[in-house]
């Protein structure tokens, strides 16, 4: 674990090599810190990754794991399925699904940033989960869709999740 540098900027193969608790993200050289580590945004990040785990066992469903966005930038969102076990160390190319839990410190316009990074690596489906509000939503550029029924679901249907699943104490 290395203690964060004052100026907060590193090169990709330091960031790469090093572990950060809790981890951060990547972003043009620079280290940017995640909101992590409350209660909600815990129980809700972990009953996204088991429900998806127990319902599709087919899948892999990983927490926190570093992805690639673009050339300079790598992102750690709260949950990622994907179809088949990555080949290398880090994520490089898009996940099937990411999901995104909102953190209480949390600034809407630095969430939706990450979220169109997403869609412009190619990630077909990303979904933002609010703990405090329980809402779900799902981004499909240009716009960021609440859910107002009782399932979010994939584009294709493949993965559908209640609310009692996701919000579940």
Do not use: C
Not at 59 to 87: H, I, M, Q
Not at 133 to 161: F, N, Q, W
């Amino acid at each position: 674990m290395a203690a964060l540098p004052d100026s907060h900027v590193v090169s990709l193969e330091e960031y790469l090599r090093t572990s950060y608790e809790p981890d951060m993200e990547f972003v043009d050289g620079v280290l940017v810190e995640r909101n992590v580590g409350d209660w909600l945004h815990a129980l809700v990040q972990t009953n996204l990754a088991v429900a998806i785990r127990r319902k599709y066992p087919h899948l892999k469903v990983v927490v926190e794991f570093r992805s690639r966005t673009a050339a300079t930038r790598y992102r750690v969102p709260d949950v990622s399925v994907l179809l088949a076990p990555p080949a290398t160390r880090y994520l490089l190319d898009a996940a099937f699904l990411v999901v995104e839990v909102l953190s209480e410190d949390d600034r809407m316009s630095r969430v939706i940033a990450k979220l169109q990074e997403y869609a412009t690596l190619g990630v077909p489906n990303i979904w933002l989960v609010d703990p405090e509000m329980k809402l779900m939503s799902v981004y499909r550029p240009p716009a960021l869709v609440e859910i107002t029924g009782d399932t979010i679901a994939t584009e294709d249907g493949s993965i559908e999740l209640s609310r009692a699943e996701i919000f579940a104490e």
